[in-house]
């Protein structure tokens, strides 16, 4: 149940940090560098979800304040 | 199958019935022109065998053709024979020649003769086999209007009479077929009887109907688009006749304050919520109430509670009602607003409905108030010096307790002492965030209590430059996050509530009956509460337990577990009236199972402490 609902807020802000990367144009090593992370870490977080969450809360509300 | 099936299948078998008929009679009155004929001829040649000239030989060839000879060649010698025979009398009767027909034409004649009346015969025979076959359609045609009728009717979706006894005998001959399974047929009876439960209820007004209602005693337009938007739930329940009484009421009286008739008062919520589920009884009661207590306020006119009697509606309706105007049933009634007045004035609070003042609370249900006012009082909300009475608009909240234990919890209501007040009592400073704290805000506080001190916690979510305001940032951040990703906060940063306490759904179903906001006091001669009682309460401070840096509601624990008085003790009951309605952290969970543990764990002397 828990896990069905985190896999859906995974899709959902995966997508849209996605598109604000794209939108403002963001150098994805230095949000990599910024969270802490290789760039090739950072991207395969991207692809699979990542048990701690938290990451892609912190990775969006970068993005967002960016 | 269904009903219309089934009258359109009998409609379309009569239809083919009809035109068999119309051949059939066609059949017959040929037949019936034959023998007509044949007679003629033969009374013709009884009387003289010299009539024969006169005879239509076309005619008489068509005749022998259709019944007696089968052979080409016979008819043509046939039609010779007789062409020669009339040429003969022809010449005998007007130049009287001295002529006789040959004893062939004499025997031919005979023959011919023979062979008319033998047409005659098969003719007769042809009309005795056809006895029972259908060749009227008068009937057919009388029975296939009457089905198409009722078909028509099936189909109008406006018409609302029942069936009749007669189309009910319609329907039994059209079911009277062996093609029909029993089931087919048992399906036609239900749907029969439904249709005629069906007319029994529905007024059957028509859209337009119901806004001529309106346009003739001059309603706003806005009383019509409100309609419309809920004009296929309101229909049923509204009633021309009803509609006219209110109207033709409410455009008569009027007080004595000289804002005119009182229909131009009424908002179109008010008035629709009348017209279905008022009366002009209801109205004319709430009229007269009015006048003898003087209240002439604008806010009655905005709450359709007042003009109607909820009881009635909720005796007499069913589920299918449960539209959007069905919410106003449960708002503030007449007495509960003016109850509310008299209880908020002497409370100090400075409300009025003539003035429009505190409206939001005022249409609050009293008993609603009253329950805010014992909650409130029981949290400190008139304690201390001076007192700071909370805003009026937090006594219109729901489910005030748990939001207040909320913001016990993120240590902004009855926070630590060693804080300035204005952090740590915030909401007392600020009652106005009883109301405007929601949820969201909440998360994402106790987001960062979790992680940070409690000194960098309050720094980080109050102002440094506005004393007692939250900081900026820190809804900067709330909204960083966007709404909807705080689900996911709530889901990964804190405990589910199972984890907690596996029983937490039957807890949870005990306490929706049993809570009633307050605690008894026999519950401190238990030993779970004892124990916190004795370890973890704070100094001085009534409303907190402390257990490690998870700060959570003492009067939440007392409450529920005095709900839950009849469950026996044990850490499962004990961790959810702890930890109901809180964000606690993996870690926080832990240290709060390493603080209620000893409670369990058996003593030296084999009894628990």
Redesign the interface.
């Known amino acids: 149940m828990?896990r069905d609902?985190?896999d859906q807020?995974f899709l959902?802000?995966r997508s849209?940090c996605l598109t604000l990367i794209q939108d403002k144009k963001i150098d994805m090593e230095d949000l990599a560098f910024d969270l802490g992370l290789s760039l090739n870490e950072f991207i395969s977080r991207f692809q699979r979800r990542h048990s701690?969450?938290?990451f892609?809360?912190r990775t969006?509300?970068l993005l967002?304040?960016r | 199958m269904h009903l219309q099936d089934l009258l359109q299948a009998k409609v379309n078998e009569l239809n083919e019935k009809i035109k068999q008929a119309q051949k059939e009679n066609q059949i017959t009155k040929e037949l019936e022109e034959d023998k007509a004929s044949c007679l003629e001829f033969l009374s013709k040649l009884e009387q003289d065998q010299s009539n024969v000239r006169l005879f239509d030989i076309n005619a008489i060839s068509t005749l022998l053709e259709r019944y007696v000879l089968n052979d080409a060649m016979d008819l043509k010698a046939c039609q010779e024979n007789l062409r020669i025979i009339g040429l003969v009398y022809e010449g005998i009767l007007s130049n009287a020649l001295k002529m006789d027909l040959s004893s062939k034409q004499q025997k031919f004649l005979a023959t011919f003769k023979h062979q008319l009346q033998e047409a005659e015969t098969t003719i007769t025979h042809k009309m005795e086999a056809r006895k029972d076959v259908i060749d009227d359609d008068g009937p057919l045609v009388e029975e296939q209007d009457n089905y198409q009728q009722l078909l028509g009717k099936y189909k109008d979706k406006d018409n609302t009479d029942r069936f009749t006894q007669d189309e009910f005998e319609l329907f039994l001959n059209a079911m009277d077929d062996p093609k029909l399974s029993f089931n087919d047929k048992k399906s036609l009876l239900i749907e029969i009887k439904r249709y005629n439960d069906k007319g029994r209820d529905v007024k059957g007004l028509s859209r337009e109907e119901v806004l001529d209602c309106f346009h003739a005693h001059g309603l706003p337009k806005e009383v019509d688009k409100l309609y419309d938007d809920y004009a296929a739930v309101m229909t049923p329940l509204l009633d021309t006749n009803q509609i006219e009484d209110v109207l033709s009421l409410l455009q008569r009286e009027s007080f004595d304050d000289g804002k005119g008739p009182l229909l131009n008062r009424f908002s179109p919520a008010s008035l629709l919520t009348i017209f279905a589920y008022g009366s002009r009884q209801t109205v004319q009661e709430q009229i007269e109430r009015m006048k003898k207590d003087g209240h002439f306020e604008d806010v009655f006119f905005d709450s359709p509670r007042v003009w109607i009697n909820p009881g009635d509606v909720i005796r007499t309706r069913k589920g299918a009602d449960k539209i959007i105007f069905y919410r106003y049933l449960f708002d503030a009634s007449y007495q509960d607003m003016i109850d509310n007045e008299k209880f908020l004035t002497e409370q100090g609070y400075d409300v009025s409905l003539k003035r429009g003042v505190g409206l939001n609370t005022l249409k609050t249900p009293h008993k609603q108030v009253l329950e805010n006012y014992k909650i409130l009082a029981s949290y400190g909300f008139f304690e201390g010096s001076p007192i700071k009475p909370p805003v009026v608009t937090a006594y219109s909240s729901h489910n005030l307790a748990l939001h207040l234990d909320k913001l016990i919890e993120a240590g902004l209501l009855h926070g630590p002492s060693t804080m300035p007040r204005f952090y740590s009592e915030y909401v007392r400073y600020h009652s106005s965030s009883i109301v405007t704290m929601t949820e969201d805000t909440l998360t994402l506080a106790h987001q960062l209590k979790s992680e940070l001190s409690e000194v960098d916690y309050y720094r980080k979510l109050f102002s440094d430059s506005r004393e007692g305001n939250l900081s900026k940032d820190f809804f900067?951040?709330h909204?960083?996050?966007?709404h909807?990703?705080l689900?996911?906060?709530r889901?990964?940063?804190f405990m589910?509530m199972e984890d907690m306490a596996p029983l937490a759904s039957t807890y949870d179903s005990i306490i929706q009956e049993d809570e009633n906001g307050t605690y008894s006091e026999e519950i401190f001669k238990d030993a779970e509460i004892q124990y916190l009682e004795e370890n973890y309460r704070v100094p001085g401070n009534d409303y907190v337990y402390k257990f490690g840096t998870l700060t959570i509601s003492r009067p939440k624990v007392l409450r529920y577990y005095s709900a839950l008085n009849k469950m026996a003790p044990g850490e499962d009951k004990l961790m959810y009236c702890i930890t109901k309605g809180s964000y606690v952290t993996q870690n926080e969970y832990q240290t709060l199972k390493g603080c209620v543990g000893p409670i369990y764990a058996p003593t030296e002397g084999g009894s628990h402490k």
Request: net charge negative; no cysteine.
């Open positions: 828990i609902k985190l807020l959902d802000i849209d701690d969450f938290s892609y809360l969006y509300r967002m304040e | 900067v951040r909204f960083g996050y966007g909807k990703y689900e996911a906060i889901l990964t940063s589910s």
